[in-house]
């Protein structure tokens, strides 16, 4: 029994390792066969850590649930160039999803006098992070 456990968790974490590199770019590349580039620094982190190479696929996410794939066409000193392989999807939302609310008052919210958002939570007599499904 306790093999089966050890096995079915293995296996999971192997699922998990398989899922594409996944970067932050935003607008994302419409439709099928447009083309985008990653910036500086994200191109250094997939062409030196990652070790991607030409042809290899990658998920651009643009932080609002859409995702596409895309595959790696050139990398050169000012990005990689990336190329849509399939058309924008939404990714349903999966985990917590978190809440953070200043105190007295409100505090944290926009529009408050701070400058800055530092200062708005240093100006918050307190906040509280609460978990919402």
């Known amino acids: ?68 794939h895309v595959r790696l066409v050139s990398t050169d000193k000012t990005g990689c160039l990336l190329e849509a392989v399939a058309d924008v999807a939404l990714a349903p939302w999966v985990g917590p999803r978190w809440e953070v609310r200043g105190g007295e008052g409100g505090g944290c919210r926009v529009g408050c006098a701070p400058a800055t958002p530092s200062q708005c939570l240093t100006a918050a007599v307190g906040f509280r992070v609460r978990a919402t499904t």
């Open 1 to 68: 029994m306790r093999f089966r456990l050890l096995c079915r968790a293995l296996q999971a974490d192997a699922r998990k390792s398989s899922r594409l590199p996944r970067f932050y770019h935003s607008p994302l590349p419409a439709t099928k066969g447009l083309r985008a580039k990653l910036g500086s620094a994200e191109s250094k982190h997939a062409a030196r850590v990652l070790r991607l190479q030409e042809g290899d696929l990658i998920e651009l996410c643009d932080g609002e649930g859409r995702t596409v």
